[in-house]
């Protein structure tokens, strides 16, 4: 990659305005509150663009524009199936029992409407995988920088060898994320994740343009590609007939409900964001701002797949992760795809039926290497470090609440001073990151233990949407229902993954590892939304079952944590386009027009 | 506090004047893979002006009668 003075300039700009961010709060930042809740002081757009934000990691610019490029537009389900209805939800319904309840963070809920044990399960499995995503956001950042040659000319005019790369972006992303959030707490972390909004935004929209252009646009994209590329909806009535190999049923209820309302409305990573918001209709609205852009982010991260893999194949400007010939990559590429390369022979890797295994998360850094020259190149590679930070900031900022609140004044130093909370809250950062460090690295040795330990917390979190649903609806849920659910969930979306496979996967980290193969999906995806909706139908059962079993507590106690025994927030002193509702229904409006322009 | 919006307009605005004057300065043989269209200079005024704007919005909102903080 031909980096000149301008392209540097520009991304030392960015890191200077981080820290510069963080600097200038930390004189704010007074007590506990102001660290791990920016002081429930900011206003409703900037809790909704960091609520957006926090979500906008590697997995999300990265992984979106490979699944475009490997399934087309129907990726945008995700988007419209699988966040837009649950950020309503949580905005309309959610919010008023998260914030009203002046709960510090999304365990400490459970706590006040279940009990302690409930909260320590979800407290500790939290911060645990948090770290992990957080070590994995950087993993993914120093490989794309190695992939990228980012470094590559430094390196080599000061004789160091190019293995160094991918420690240096370690060790610089981790001082970095540190100390902006050591300085200013939440607040810092928002207000970065605001001009990370903005600069991801900046970065991708002239990208989309030039490679629209270069295409003939929408139309002359639709005639470059199957048709099933450009049409979310064409053959979803069966696994067989659309290229994401789900059914309907499994997309709706797999991804739209069990698995989008498990995240969007109970995470702390994003509720955390609306829990900063100076009032009840700020937190209310945050989830339905951040929808708003959140709608049309397909056209910005998934847009450039499908644009890549459109193009006629180029050996020109080609990055790949591993040591093939230019020969080579030109003649098996997908458009701007590269094939994976096996690094012993130099040929290309195929799968076990024999078909090419294409590389698709290099769909954006391919297309920012193909149509971007210098200059505006430094504007889109520093779009790409913003989004690999804010979502390790995301994670870091969640994980050192749910420490200090959840686990350490819970369970280590009750009754201590505001000032030592805010101490260990700085601590817990610290360590947050040098955890996050070491699972960066352990990626990078046990990748199949990694992959295992993100099949674990997908098991723990299928089933926590039940809970909640049950707690915030359902006056006489109890804690030990909620307990022995959760746990049974777990165990459910465990059970079902061991007794199913893909079609054409092998016993192992795929399923099947139970013995008996009770059924064949036919794609990993449907058996991950099936999981997901035995595990949450499971927890639901189990957790009613029990609660009906078990004593409830005394409705005096379960006011304002419970939709029937709470009172409404009054809108009526707001006007009609500032109230929550009515936000809701103009998302729906245009959700509806999306889906049927694109359907 | 700060009102945020005043950093990321300062952030824009820098942007924004660098990839402009680059934009000028440059030889437009390097815009061939941008389909020969001067993009640095085109958005790099685009990003100004919303850096300008940020600006001004941001000093408003600093204020003492007007703060995103």
């Known amino acids: 990659m031909g980096l000149t003075s301008i392209d540097w300039i520009i991304m030392l700009l960015y890191f200077a305005s981080v820290l510069g961010i963080g600097a200038v709060l930390k004189r704010y930042v007074k007590s506990s509150t102001d660290f791990f809740l920016a002081g429930r002081s900011l206003p409703a757009w900037i809790c909704g663009l960091a609520f957006l934000s926090a979500n906008l990691g590697a997995q999300e610019v990265i992984g979106m524009a490979a699944s475009g490029a490997k399934y087309g537009i129907a990726t945008s389900h995700f988007y419209w199936i699988g966040a837009i209805p649950a950020m309503i939800f949580v905005g309309l319904f959610m919010m008023p029992f998260y914030y009203g309840s002046r709960a510090r963070s999304v365990p400490e809920y459970l706590r006040l409407r279940f009990d302690e044990k409930t909260r320590g399960l979800n407290a500790i499995s939290f911060a645990i995988m948090t770290v992990f995503s957080s070590g994995i956001s950087m993993y993914a950042m120093a490989r794309l920088i190695q992939v990228l040659h980012v470094l590559d000319p430094i390196f080599d005019r000061l004789h160091i060898a190019r293995s160094g790369i991918f420690h240096v972006s370690i060790i610089a992303s981790a001082i970095i994320v540190l100390v902006y959030i050591l300085l200013g707490g939440l607040t810092s972390a928002i207000y970065n994740e605001v001009l990370q909004f903005f600069l991801i935004v900046a970065g991708f929209i002239p990208l989309v343009w030039l490679g629209l252009k270069n295409v003939g646009g929408w139309h002359g994209l639709s005639e470059k590609l199957p048709a099933a590329f450009t049409h979310s909806w064409m053959g979803m009535s069966s696994a067989q007939t659309n290229p994401l190999g789900v059914d309907w049923f499994g997309l709706v209820a797999g991804l739209g409900f069990v698995l989008s309302f498990g995240y969007w409305c109970t995470d702390f990573l994003v509720v955390q964001r609306a829990m900063a918001a100076d009032s009840m209709t700020a937190a209310r609205r945050t989830p339905l701002i951040a929808a708003f852009p959140k709608m049309f982010f397909p056209f910005l991260v998934i847009l450039p797949g499908l644009i890549a893999i459109a193009l006629p194949s180029t050996a020109a400007h080609l990055a790949t992760t591993n040591t093939g010939s230019a020969a080579t990559t030109a003649q098996y590429s997908e458009g701007l795809i590269p094939p994976k390369i096996d690094p012993n022979t130099g040929r290309p890797l195929l799968d076990r039926q024999g078909k090419l295994i294409m590389d698709y998360d290099l769909a954006i850094p391919n297309m920012l290497l193909h149509y971007f020259p210098t200059g505006i190149l430094g504007l889109g590679l520093t779009a790409l470090l913003a989004s690999f930070m804010s979502g390790m900031a995301g994670n870091v900022t969640a994980f050192n609440t749910v420490w200090t609140y959840d686990i350490y004044q819970s369970y280590i130093r009750p009754h201590e001073s505001d000032e030592h909370y805010l101490w260990m809250g700085r601590v817990a950062t610290v360590f947050g990151i040098a955890l996050s460090v070491l699972a960066a690295y352990a990626a990078t040795r046990f990748n199949n233990i990694m992959d295992m330990l993100q099949l674990v917390f997908a098991f723990v979190n299928a089933p926590l949407f039940a809970t909640f649903l049950l707690g915030m609806f359902w006056k006489r849920a109890t804690g030990h229902g909620a307990f022995f659910g959760l746990l049974t969930g777990t165990v459910a979306a465990a059970v079902h993954h061991g007794l199913t496979l893909p079609i054409g996967e092998p016993v192992g980290i795929k399923g099947g590892w139970l013995g008996p193969i009770l059924h064949v999906y036919p794609s990993d995806m449907a058996q991950n939304f099936y999981t997901a909706i035995w595990a949450w139908t499971t927890c639901f059962v189990v957790t009613i079952v029990i609660s009906l079993l078990t004593q409830p507590h005394e409705e005096s106690k379960l006011v304002g944590l419970v939709y029937s025994l709470t009172e409404k927030p009054s809108e009526k002193h707001l006007r009609w386009y500032a109230r929550p509702a009515a936000l809701a229904v103009v998302i729906i409006v245009v959700l509806l027009l999306l889906n049927i322009f694109f359907g | ?69």
Do not use: C, E, H
């Not at chain 2, 300065?25 to 850096?51: D, E, K, P, T």
């Open chain 2, 1 to 69: 506090g700060i009102d945020i919006r005043l950093p990321i307009g300062l952030v824009f605005s820098l942007v924004g004047i660098l990839l402009t004057a680059f934009g000028v300065a440059s030889n437009s043989a390097i815009y061939q893979r941008s389909l020969g269209i001067n993009v640095n200079l085109y958005w790099g005024l685009v990003l100004l002006a919303f850096g300008i704007l940020m600006v001004v919005l941001g000093r408003r909102g600093m204020r003492p009668s007007g703060s995103s903080k």
